[in-house]
């Protein structure tokens, strides 16, 4: 028994194939069809083709840049819970979403407790960036400390510096979380400072600015030039509750 061969493609799905206009070499049969059939002129059956070319490719290239970012899991504002915490400023957030501080190359800083929705914010807003067309990288403070120590080590740093100041948005996660020695305060340092004024950046951290020096080994000088460069352009968003993860055992 043979295999039954596939008819032979047409110099047009050829060509379609070899300019990788797969929307097209899909779909311009039948969309002839259906413009044969309700008398469509010959540009309106054009536009038809090109319109679902070019959905298709700005559909893959959103889906690039979410892949490319790194999200630990995908969030939207729509579901973020706004009654949990017991502060937040809502209307403040709404405002942040509408994508400005991304085209000014500003930042956005969420301080609060754990539990509160820090990350699902700051990730709801890469998301936003990404399908607005910018290019964003998720990471937390710690997995940036860390691949850019072992870069350091490699003779790699600059080179790696780059992957988290190239984009035009980076969501720093995470900040405080977790002690930070000297090498790690100077590395973060880095970044903060190469992404000024060149990209927006997004952090979430559990700890006051008065505190911060405690995230940067007790360094006050250190601590003084990154508040500067983050908080020159700058929006803070402060949230107050008690841990949503918390909820079921806080209700019972």
Known sequence: MTDEKKPPENLLEQNLKYLKLSFMKD?????????????????????????????????????????LARFPVIKTLDQFNW???KKINRL??????????????????????????????????????????????FATAIDVINTLAVAQKAGRLKQEL??????????LDELGFLP????????????????????????????????WPEIFNN??????AILDRLLHHAETVIIKGKSYRMKDQIDS
């Not at 709404?94 to 800083?109: E, P």
């Not at 990730?123 to 607005?132: D, R, V």
């Not at 360094?219 to 003084?224: F, H, P, R």
């Open 27 to 67: 779909q311009y049969q039948d969309l002839a069809a259906q413009a044969s059939k309700k008398h469509r002129s010959h540009v309106s059956y054009l536009e038809k083709l090109v319109d679902g070319e070019a959905a298709l490719r700005r559909d893959r290239s959103i889906q690039r840049r979410i892949r």
């Open 83 to 85: 009654n949990w915490p």
């Open 92 to 137: 403040q957030v709404q405002n942040i979403s509408r994508m400005q501080f991304v085209k000014k190359k500003s930042n956005v800083i969420f301080l609060g407790g754990v539990g509160l929705g820090k990350t699902h914010l700051a990730s709801a807003l890469g998301y936003m960036a990404c399908l607005n067309g910018a290019t964003v990288l």
């Open 162 to 171: 780059k992957k988290y100041t190239r984009p035009a948005l980076m969501i």
């Open 180 to 211: 930070i020695d000297k090498a790690g305060s100077d590395i973060l340092f880095q970044v903060i400072s190469g992404r000024y004024e060149q990209g927006a950046l997004v952090i979430t951290s559990n700890k006051a600015f008065k505190n």
């Open 219 to 224: 360094d006050s000088t250190l601590t003084s």
